[in-house]
């Protein structure tokens, strides 16, 4: 059998099969890593503040200001005179806020984050705080190093006394630049939650906060709960799951699709974390957005689910109840591919769950489209979709098995055992070799091999006996001595003839 043969590697791709928890994990871990590497295009780590607003709109003095060289700004930052401080720290702003190029380095070079932490803590100068929160917000959405120094600067403290500030501006500045310092990894995320920053943005969350403002704190909020290695501590996570809960039933799209990717980090580990999101009762709103128009709400929310099916099968079973399988088999055909992918990814999860979980996923008619992407999806969603049968045969009964195949599923399975991707072969192959085993099982496997060599199927069987990989050769051959061999038909009772057609009939309906 061939995967009594198979090295450890393939083993681990399939969900439950003789393996324990942390082992089953590994399939669909790495192809959670593999749906991330576009992530950061979809949702910015930091942001820069570009547009030109005035903390007080009748204040038309700042739309005057002249520019300063950086040497006037330098003396000016330094200056005793709060006026010209403010000046100055407008100036190095604007000069940060340029669109292309802006100089980050040399304002970090140039010495001003320890004055521009200074000028935080100037309670009696809100528009210099403003404006100094400002600088900082785009120095910190630079490289790392550079937020780095402002975090070494000391700003992280007074950045989060700002979110108690009366001006809102200021407030909301603030929200901005402890979300760039978040954004930069674990070891700046767990300084702000550190800082107590948590329990003072939680507190600016209510219906009556300006919907701008407020995507900035749902973004926020998303980089506190971003990165792991290690992940946010549970206490943090524990404070942050409430307001989130609430922020999936607002309105905006843009502070859903944050909201959303703040759970899909939370869900993207173990068992437990994923449980604690779920006991939250955020499964039935994230299926339902998971029917949005909107890519940016569609696809943290697809996301989300996804990880939370690579959980424990109750965790499975709670997604399913919430209506998953309602919105998957329409996902697997969505015009974009990166989401048919991320479907099928969802898809195959659910497949490697007990026989229940792949009736659930027969009955809600998953397998056209599924066989639909397998023959005509891009490569990318063909290998997902591939796993899906993988983990659906490997579970699934006999009966499943033979619903599998009157659905459609061998011929593009054949047709791709010429792709240039062996672990996708060898899977392909191990796939043929049960569906085998499970028509053996009912006395229907002459019926099953002559509809595989009607197919094409044994032509490439035997072809690939010959292959240059050793893995791959050496399954076909498993397949072909235990399934097709004369000396295998000359052993074998034989149904009779009748039934024999019967079947095969059956199996062909849909070709």
């Known amino acids: 059998m061939p995967t009594l043969d198979a090295p450890e590697e393939r083993l681990r791709k399939f969900k439950y099969r003789g393996k324990d928890a942390s082992a089953r994990r590994q399939q669909r871990i790495a192809v959670s890593l593999e749906l991330r590497k ?50 100055a720290t407008q100036a190095a702003r604007k000069m940060l806020s340029r669109e292309k190029n802006p100089p980050l380095k040399l304002i970090v070079d140039a010495g001003l984050i320890p004055r521009l932490v200074e000028f935080l803590k100037s309670s009696l100068h809100p528009r210099l705080q403003f404006e100094a929160a400002w600088a900082l917000t785009n120095i910190a959405s630079g490289a790392s190093e550079l937020t780095r120094a402002v975090v070494d600067g000391g700003a992280i403290q007074p950045l989060v006394e700002l979110l108690s500030s009366p001006h809102i501006t200021v407030c909301e500045q603030a929200v901005w630049a402890l979300g760039n310092i978040a954004g ?19 507190t600016l969350v209510s219906s009556s906060i300006p919907v701008p403002f407020l995507r900035n704190i749902a973004w926020t909020l998303s980089n506190l709960c971003r990165n792991k290695n290690p992940y946010p501590s549970d206490h943090a996570v524990r404070q942050l799951l409430p307001a989130l809960f609430y922020l999936l039933g607002h ?154 195949v009157q659905a459609g599923v061998l011929e593009p399975l054949i047709n791709l055992l010429t792709i240039p991707d062996n672990k996708m072969v060898i899977i392909i192959l191990d796939v043929l070799f049960f569906i085998l085993q499970a028509a053996e099982k009912i006395s229907q496997k002459e019926s099953m091999c002559l509809l595989i060599e009607g197919l094409g199927g044994l032509d490439r069987i035997e072809a690939l006996q010959l292959h240059e990989n050793h893995q791959v050769a050496l399954t076909a051959l498993n397949i072909i001595e235990r399934h097709f061999s004369e000396e295998e038909e000359t052993v074998t009772a034989l149904p009779a003839r009748d039934q024999d057609h019967k079947f095969l009939k059956d199996l062909t309906n849909t070709y």
């Open 38 to 87: 576009a992530k950061k295009d979809e949702q910015a780590l930091k942001r820069r503040n570009i547009t030109d607003v005035s903390l007080d709109p009748s204040d038309q003095q700042t739309k005057a200001t002249v520019s300063l060289t950086l040497q006037e700004i330098i003396s000016g930052v330094n200056a005793s005179d709060p006026e010209l401080c403010f000046q």
């Open 184 to 202: 930069d990894g674990p070891e700046f995320r767990d300084s702000v939650i550190s800082s107590d920053a948590i329990p003072h943005l939680l």
């Open 251 to 404: 309105p905006d799209r843009e502070v859903l699709s944050d909201t959303c990717w703040a759970l899909s980090y939370l869900t993207d580990g173990c068992d437990a974390r994923i449980g604690q999101v779920v006991d939250t009762g955020v499964l039935p709103r994230l299926v339902e957005l998971m029917s949005s128009s909107e890519l940016n709400v569609l696809t943290p929310s697809l996301r989300t689910v996804g990880n939370i099916v690579t959980g424990t099968d109750h965790q499975t079973q709670l997604a399913l109840d919430a209506g998953l399988l309602g919105v998957l088999p329409q996902l697997l055909i969505h015009p974009r591919s990166s989401i048919q992918k991320e479907a099928a990814w969802a898809l195959s999860n659910v497949a490697a769950g007990p026989r229940q979980h792949i009736q659930q996923l027969i009955a809600c008619g998953a397998l056209p489209p599924l066989v639909a992407v397998l023959k005509n999806g891009e490569f990318k969603v063909q290998k997902e979709a591939v796993w899906t049968v993988a983990n659906f045969t490997t579970g699934g009964s006999v009966d499943q098995l033979i619903q599998l």
